[in-house]
């Protein structure tokens, strides 16, 4: 019994999120090896050799993988899948994109945003947004799963020893093809890795309020800027700022929600949180029910006062 886990990487740097697959991967075997799949990502292969508890790095190196896209790398992890009961990437977009293909591929059942390792076949996962838990049985002969990073802490990144192994790249015949990608380049810590977050909602009315009072506040803080759904669909923020079940999953040691209301969706997405604070002006606002800390407050009046305060 042994495990593979799809290293998430940009061809320069082992992601966070990795760690946290590879946490879970322990969990399910003893034996654990890690595919970095790219183009010369050489650096994030050698990060991987220094994981903890890794047993083997496989790498595969070609210019069709440069990009991630989901068709290559879901047929170069089918290449070497009969070797393995355990099939781990973390529940992020792009393990998200190529996992499905994976498990439809091999006809089995994808265990998805699995919370909790059980045994080596039995999970948890949360369903109808986090309001109830699903304890879930597989008896696939290959297991599937995309990790929900919150649920397990990572995996120390020294420590290992790792063997390298090359891996013959899968000749790509799909159709698809990388056209571009638009990126929101920031020097803040990534919204999924930061351990400060401070998101704002609806409730600040306009982008131009969201720059002039939650900007300032995450600067005081060192944090990373989140939105709810509400304040990305209004086109205050890009996207990439969205927290929520729809979103991006965090679990930072602060998370400051600013004028957010705190639908199920965006709730789902942030609650495991180790300190919430709100402030909403709303005293019945649901935020308030998940909250370690709220303010009742207008907030154009109290962030101001409390970005001075922390300054």
């Known amino acids: ?42 650096a994030v292969v050698a990060a991987a050799t220094q994981v903890a508890g890794v047993r083997k790095v496989i790498h595969a190196d070609a210019p069709s993988l440069a990009d991630q896209l989901a ?15 355990h099939i781990l990437a973390p ?9 499905p293909r994976v498990a439809a591929k091999l006809d089995v059942a994808q265990l998805s945003d699995v919370t909790k390792v ?30 929900r990073t919150t649920g397990f802490d990572p995996v120390s990144s020294s420590g290992g020893s790792a063997a390298i192994e090359k891996q013959e790249v899968t000749t790509d015949t799909s159709k698809s093809s990388f056209v571009g990608r638009e990126l929101t380049k920031s020097n803040r810590p990534e ?14 009315g306009s982008g131009e309020k969201y720059q002039e009072l939650v900007v300032p506040l995450a600067d005081a803080l060192g944090a990373a800027l989140g939105a709810s759904r509400a304040a ?8 990439d700022y969205q927290v929520g079940q729809t979103g991006k999953i965090v679990a930072p040691q602060l998370y400051v929600a600013v004028g957010i209301s705190g639908a199920i969706q965006h709730l789902a997405g942030m609650k495991d949180s180790k300190v919430i604070v709100a ?10 029910s998940v909250a370690d800390y709220g303010l009742v407050a207008d907030l154009f009046t109290a962030i101001p006062e409390l970005t001075k305060a922390l300054g």
């Open 1 to 42: 019994m042994s495990a593979l886990v799809i290293a998430e990487h940009d061809n320069l740097s082992l992601k966070v999120a990795t760690l946290n697959a590879i946490a879970a991967a322990l969990q399910c075997s003893p034996e654990v090896d890690v595919l970095v799949a790219g183009s010369n990502a050489d």
């Open 71 to 85: 068709e290559p790398l879901a047929a170069q992890i089918l290449a070497i899948a009969g070797h393995y009961t």
């Open 91 to 99: 529940a992020t977009a792009n393990g998200k994109n190529v996992l």
């Open 118 to 147: 059980i045994s080596s076949d039995i999970f948890e996962r949360p369903i109808y947004a986090g309001n109830a838990i699903a304890t879930v049985q597989s008896v696939d002969p290959i297991k599937v799963i995309t990790v």
């Open 191 to 204: 919204l999924t890795a930061a351990k400060i977050i401070v998101s704002g909602g609806r409730g600040l």
């Open 232 to 239: 990305v669909d209004a086109g205050y923020v890009p996207n």
């Open 279 to 288: 402030i909403n002006k709303d005293p019945d606002a649901p935020i308030f």
